[in-house]
């Protein structure tokens, strides 16, 4: 960035030289965010993708990555920084940082530090203020590009309280910054599908065993105690799973409540596997755009 600002000539490799300047880079809170926002805009403009999708990390952190450019812009326009990008005349680059009759503050400072580092602090603060107005017009195109039509942000969760709540932090952050939200996907969700008969798995109370045997055609017949045990244990494990697509329907309906309108929600039903080959990425882009999983 640095360089497409300023060029790539002697000035800028002084930049990079400075220490301040590295330290500052290094160490800038959310700096990878503001990385990232950068590199999404170079993508972005070089024309040479039909689609760019950014995968952002932990949810919680997703906003760091919108919120980077602006607070940049804003760093830039705080009082105490300001003053030292002021540019001053008269005298050497100390006296740009330190006012006139301030004696006192330069021997602190000495005291502190090296005078060439103290002339290395005003060269970086220098460089700030050449630069300010890109840096500037640079946030000013991403907040563009993320608010633009032919942008939409697709929300991925799972329908655990945990991961709901992490979301509805972001789906909540989005809508403050008036950030337009395109669909929210439930992975791994319960889906009822039209074509199941009418005891589902997800909602029919559990068999006695005994009826369980009728049902297999066993009704009557003297099976081993081994045979009940298994029956029980898979009555309760159907009761388990009952409960929880239960808990987790209701869940994701509340979620949903709190969408906008014109906000697209998917559940894709949960695997037997992991993913693991083109098939069954296949199989789960079918679930994807498979209308009847869609609210």
């Not at 450019?69 to 030292?84: N, T, Y």
Request: charged share 25%.
């Amino acid at each position: 960035l640095i360089e497409r600002l300023n060029g790539a000539g002697e000035s800028t490799r002084k930049i990079l030289e400075n220490r301040v300047y590295q330290a500052f880079s290094r160490t800038l809170a959310r700096s990878h965010a503001y990385v990232a926002m950068e590199r999404l805009y170079d993508v972005v403009e070089s024309g040479d993708y039909d689609l760019v999708v950014l995968d952002t990390p932990p949810t919680r952190s997703a906003l760091d990555i919108l919120d980077a450019p602006g607070r940049l812009a804003r760093f830039l326009d705080d009082e105490a920084v300001r003053w030292f990008l002021k540019p001053r005349f008269g005298g050497g680059a100390l006296s740009r940082l330190i006012p006139s009759g301030g004696a006192a503050a330069t021997r602190i400072l000495g005291m502190l530090a090296s005078r060439q580092l103290v002339e290395e602090l005003v060269g970086f603060f220098s460089v700030l203020w050449h630069l300010k107005e890109g840096f500037q017009a640079r946030a000013e195109a991403v907040q563009r590009i993320l608010r633009a039509d032919s942008t939409a942000f697709c929300l991925v969760c799972s329908p655990s309280r945990t991961s709901l709540w992490d979301a509805a932090y972001l789906r909540d952050g989005l809508l403050e910054r008036g950030v337009p939200l395109g669909a929210v996907i439930f992975n791994r969700a319960y889906v009822a599908r039209a074509s199941d008969p009418a005891e589902k798995v997800g909602w029919a109370p559990p068999q006695d065993p005994a009826q369980r045997l009728g049902s297999i055609g066993l009704e009557g017949r003297r099976v081993s105690e081994a045979m009940l045990v298994l029956l029980h244990e898979l009555a309760k494990l159907r009761q388990d799973t009952a409960a929880w697509n239960h808990v987790a329907q209701a869940a994701t309906d509340r979620f949903t409540e709190r969408l906008p309108k014109d906000c697209l929600s998917v559940r894709l039903p949960e695997l037997s596997e992991d993913p693991r080959d083109l098939i069954d990425l296949l199989q789960l882009s079918r679930a994807l755009f498979d209308w009847e999983s869609r609210t």
